[in-house]
């Protein structure tokens, strides 16, 4: 019964993720030895782990995932196309990387499909992973406008 819960639990996760972040992204960002962890108080899933190292959480507000910089570098160095990114300019990469929020003006490129209150990978020039946030803006906005926050970032890589 239990690898049955396991195995319910994984399509229910991986289709979510190809939902949100594009198809396949489910199966490299959740592989089969992942650890699922259940709220005590309402029985959901709350949080995904592999290796001991969270990769993201389920949202209970909206019934999205939330990543963590883990699970962003999994789908960054996995995951073609890459959906819901968002390119900045390399001068503010240190900053961003150190969760700073990203400023529209910064914005060199980003996913034309991102809507507001998305979460969103940012990456540098080379396609390198720099934070993990939630985008303001969508992605045509960002980068058009010259003014305003885009993203707000939650982590960056270089975070203590």
Same mark, same amino acid.
């Given at each position: ?103 529209? =003006?910064? !914005?060199?490129?980003?996913? &034309?499909?991102? @809507?507001? /209150?998305?979460? *969103?990978? %940012?990456?540098?020039?080379? $396609? ?5 946030? =939630?985008? !303001?803006?969508?992605?045509? &906005?960002?980068? @058009?406008? /010259?003014?305003? *926050?885009? %993203?707000?970032?939650?982590? $960056?890589?270089?975070?203590?």
């Amino acid at each position: 019964m239990e690898k049955q819960k396991h195995a319910d639990t994984l399509r229910r996760i991986r289709s979510i993720a190809d939902y949100q972040f594009g198809k396949n992204v489910g199966k490299i960002l959740f592989p089969n030895e992942i650890k699922v962890v259940y709220s005590k108080r309402t029985g959901r899933i709350r949080h995904i782990y592999l290796n001991n190292r969270l990769l993201a959480t389920l949202r209970p507000k909206d019934g999205f995932f939330s990543l963590t910089i883990e699970g962003a570098k999994r789908i960054v160095k996995e995951a073609k196309p890459l959906r819901c990114w968002v390119k900045v300019n390399d001068d503010v990469a240190q900053f961003i990387a150190k969760g700073r929020n990203l400023f529209a =003006k910064h !914005v060199v490129d980003a996913d &034309e499909e991102i @809507r507001p /209150n998305e979460e *969103v990978i %940012v990456i540098d020039g080379e $396609g390198n992973l720099l934070a993990v946030g =939630k985008a !303001v803006l969508t992605g045509r &906005e960002m980068k @058009r406008f /010259n003014a305003g *926050v885009a %993203v707000r970032v939650r982590k $960056g890589i270089k975070e203590a």
